[in-house]
């Protein structure tokens, strides 16, 4: 299997595992917890203190991977969920067409009018941010990009003959949504997965360092980049290893997407 | 050697491709092997063979071109003396399209929408230098009355989606001829039309040819067609030649097995009916038109009889697959009955019971899309069985296979893809897949349409044979007057969403005949030679008796 994949997917996978684990072993391989103040603030990488200390003199290495722990569940759970609906109503609105498919439509571009940003910001400031709200306000948000997409697939889809087939055949709506189309779908559904997941920890850390997502003594990359901004003026790199794991996830979770991508597509000799 | 004479000389063509099937070691396939020919100033050779034959890849060759991967390994391409395979890129790109001119089998797919016709049939000429844009343009007008193109002073003003099928093809020769080359390539240049419009383009093909003296490479898998235009005829088969001579002894006295067969192409005929039995399918006066309004069925009336098989003949753009549409329910009629063995059918989809769509099969032009990439040929063959009849687990899988051998697929399909398989095993499974629901009405919409003549053969004496088994009645909608002649009982031509001759084979298919139904049978080649300008001599002088009444 790994004898397949190509440089670019092997560095991406490295990646990903690396921080995954991280995420998933925190309290193992936490040297220190993570609210625990060991030290003086923004101290220097040490023997002690591998990435140093922040603000408060908590042990930085044990905050990122806790904050691992935080942004990947976020995340990914957002993602899941965003994934399910969109694809879920958009494949409804392309088979059953009709005022179904016009009311969603249109409900769709009413939120995707808003920025996804500001309409957060407004959602989350009235309602109490808890991890659920968190979630769900981020999975309806991203929903709509996946809404249309699949939409888009779906149409596309819905118009070959072996969809017609199943229709004169007397198939219910769910048996083509879930056996005729997606599928078909399955791959740029796929490719759509990551860079969204991508998205969603991005979208998490800017929410968290506005303020609004996790809240401490919980912990996430953006908060910690949120605390630590003012050490950038002294010097202090505590905020960029946040920041840095950030950009190394998003690229990570890109290169195995495609190389899995590459691997679906020619599975079965499908579509592309 | 002698070059007054010879124009191309192909000699020991081999071409490669590596092919990478999934999950093994990359493969390398002969796409050619061992191909030798000579053409002469002003002579046609015609390419004849099934798909994956080659044919094609030998002609991008004479461009000195290979396609997706084909890689050319051996034997040598003198074109006028030169051999274009060791010349160089500079050299290349001088013959292409001033030398040798190439047209492709979709012009819709082949000309850029975003310019106007006289911009790219002048395009060649003017690019090699070859002409001065004045001259071009005046050499295009004369080339496009040459080949009958309506209003050839300002036709060249038009763009390629203001003109019809055949008229894009006659555009494309137009283009190809503008340079003056001395050998053009049609790659399959009328599979794609209608008969009545192809009958056009040969006679335009076949005058520009004969006219300007180029010498041409016809490659096409329609034998009947390329009797008409080639001088010989070169019979491939898996990279290989299989035949190779000229015109009137391939036709008349082949040598080879093969050969043999694709001459009697065809040779099939079903019996007369003797008894008529109870009506199967009655259309009463069904009326149909989609959202914009325009009527596309017009008052059809027609019926099938058990056990029989109906033709619906007419060229694209007929009516004939709207017709079977508001058969099945796809699109509701607008008015009119639908009765099947003596119940009415609902005109929508949804209204109708599992019962009545069990009954009702359907089999699509193309085998391709009518099967989904990600089911295995046992769930797709498997699914009506679970569906109508709950059969599940082991007796679907005996009986899933049971259906493949019907189809003469044995049970080591099962477990394959679509993607796994030949056009004609697609289709086959999409007949098992109609068969497995046991219908009594099968609606075959261009069925054979999208298969090389041999394979089309089997496919219709499978579809005969089945019809002797089970009983089961066929609504066929073909362009093909070959396939109606082999295997309908009755016929319905259809024109412009009208019936315009409706009964039996045999009345329908002997004189008198009214207008649309004489232009139509008298466009399908036929497997001699000199048919082209009997037919074509034919119409002139009822053309000119035709004028003096006007």
């Known amino acids: 299997m790994l004898r397949h994949l190509s440089w670019t997917a092997r560095v991406g996978l490295v990646g990903v595992v690396t921080l995954a684990f991280g995420a998933v072993f925190a309290p193992w391989l936490a040297p220190y917890e993570q609210t625990q103040i060991v030290g003086e603030f923004w101290e220097p990488m040490s023997r002690a203190f591998w990435l140093g200390t922040d603000q408060l003199g908590r042990d930085l290495f044990s905050r990122m991977l806790y904050g691992a722990r935080n942004t990947f569940f976020v995340a990914g759970l957002a993602t899941l969920l965003s994934f399910s609906l969109g694809v879920f109503l958009g494949f409804s609105a392309a088979v059953l067409r009709g005022s179904l498919d016009q009311a969603l439509s249109r409900l769709n571009d009413l939120l995707m009018a808003i920025p996804t940003l500001i309409f957060a910001l407004v959602v989350l400031s009235v309602l109490p941010i808890t991890m659920i709200t968190l979630i769900l306000v981020m999975a309806i948000l991203s929903s709509t990009r996946v809404f249309r997409l699949a939409r888009a697939l779906a149409v596309d889809i819905s118009a070959l003959d072996f969809v017609e087939a199943a229709r004169l055949r007397g198939e219910k709506t769910l048996w083509i949504i879930f056996r005729e189309i997606l599928p078909n779908a399955l791959a740029p559904l796929f490719a759509e997965l990551g860079l969204r997941f991508s998205f969603a920890v991005l979208f998490l850390s800017s929410l968290s360092f506005l303020g609004l997502g996790i809240q401490p003594p919980e912990v996430d990359w953006g908060s910690i980049v949120k605390e630590n901004k003012d050490g950038i003026v002294y010097g202090v790199p505590a905020a960029f290893l946040p920041a840095g794991a950030i950009a190394v996830l998003t690229i990570s979770v890109n290169l195995v997407v495609d190389s899995i991508l590459k691997h679906t597509s020619s599975l079965k000799g499908g579509r592309g | ?550």
């Open chain 2, 1 to 550: 050697m002698n070059q007054n004479a010879q124009l191309l000389d192909v000699k020991k063509l081999r071409i490669e491709a590596t092919v990478y099937p999934p999950g093994e070691e990359p493969q390398k396939l002969l796409v050619v092997d061992d191909v030798s020919f000579q053409l002469n100033k002003g002579q046609v050779l015609g390419l004849i063979g099934e798909s994956g034959a080659g044919k094609s890849t030998i002609g991008l060759a004479a461009l000195a071109y290979g396609r997706g991967g084909c890689r050319i390994t051996g034997g040598e391409i003198w074109l006028s003396g030169r051999n274009i395979l060791t010349a160089g890129a500079a050299h290349t790109r001088k013959i292409r399209g001033g030398q040798v001119a190439y047209v492709a089998q979709c012009a819709a797919a082949a000309l850029n929408p975003a310019h106007r016709i006289l911009e790219q049939v002048i395009e060649p000429a003017v690019e090699h230098g070859l002409m001065s844009r004045a001259e071009a343009l005046i050499f295009a007008s004369s080339l496009f009355e040459k080949l009958g193109l309506p209003d050839p002073a300002s036709f060249g003003n038009r763009f390629p989606h203001q003109l019809s099928g055949g008229q894009l093809q006659r555009a494309m020769t137009a283009m190809a001829l503008c340079g003056k080359p001395a050998l053009i390539i049609f790659d399959e240049p009328t599979t794609s039309l209608d008969v009545t419009t192809q009958i056009d383009v040969l006679a335009a093909i076949r005058c520009a040819v004969r006219d300007t003296s180029t010498a041409a490479l016809y490659i096409t898998h329609d034998l009947a067609v390329v009797a008409q235009i080639a001088d010989d005829i070169m019979v491939l088969r898996n990279g290989k030649t299989i035949e190779y001579g000229c015109t009137n002894s391939i036709i008349n006295r082949p040598q080879q097995e093969y050969t043999q067969r694709l001459v009697n192409v065809r040779s099939i005929r079903k019996p007369e009916c003797a008894g008529q039995k109870d009506e199967a399918l009655r259309l009463q006066n069904i009326s149909a038109c989609y959202g914009n309004g325009v009527t596309v069925v017009d008052d059809v009336s027609v019926h099938v009889h058990r056990g029989q098989t109906l033709a619906i003949v007419g060229e694209s753009g007929s009516g004939k697959s709207t017709l079977a549409r508001t058969i099945t329910g796809l699109l509701p009629r607008r008015s009119g009955n639908t009765v099947f063995f003596g119940d009415k059918l609902p005109p929508k989809l949804k209204d109708r019971t599992t019962e009545q769509l069990r009954r009702l099969q359907m089999i699509y032009q193309m085998a391709d899309v009518a099967m989904n990439p990600r089911q295995t040929v046992g769930e797709i063959v498997g699914r009506p069985l679970e569906f109508y009849f709950g059969i599940t687990g082991k007796e679907r899988r005996a009986r899933t296979a049971a259906l493949l051998d019907q189809i003469e697929l044995g049970q080591c399909y099962l477990e394959r893809y679509p993607a796994e398989l030949s056009g004609g095993q697609k289709q086959r499974v999409c007949i098992a897949r109609a068969l497995a629901a046991e219908p009594d009405l099968i609606i075959c919409d261009e069925v054979t349409s999208a298969l090389d003549p041999l394979m089309a053969d089997g496919i219709l004496k499978l579809l005969m044979d089945i019809q002797q088994r089970t009983g089961v009645s066929y609504l066929f909608i073909t362009h093909d007057i070959g396939t109606v002649r082999a295997i309908a009982d009755s016929i319905a031509v259809m024109h412009r969403g009208k019936v315009v001759r409706f009964g039996q084979r045999a009345d329908v298919l002997s004189p008198p005949f009214d207008d649309y139904t004489d232009l139509l049978l008298s466009s399908v080649p036929e497997m001699r030679l000199g048919w082209l300008e009997s037919v074509l001599s034919k119409r002139e002088r009822k053309g000119h008796t035709d004028e003096p009444q006007h």
